[in-house]
């Protein structure tokens, strides 16, 4: 849980930093989202709260302003 708590955060915290310098994009984090997804895919149906973090992840990319 710790580790997609780890790579959540650093995906946030570049994004943010890229946002901030290019602006926000069309799909932007969606990237992120996708390879958060594969990487975890086998918890999609799990209920250890993994792929809700990374529906929340997704949510806050499309919701993110600068």
Not at 1 to 26: C, F, G, P
């Amino acid at each position: 849980m710790k580790k997609i708590e780890t790579a959540i955060s650093d995906y946030k915290q570049r994004l943010t930093r890229k946002a901030k310098r290019v602006r926000i994009w069309e799909n932007f984090g969606q990237e992120e989202v996708r390879v958060l997804e594969e990487t975890y895919q086998k918890h999609k149906f799990a209920n250890d709260g993994i792929w809700e973090k990374i529906r929340d992840f997704d949510i806050w990319c499309q919701i993110f302003t600068c």
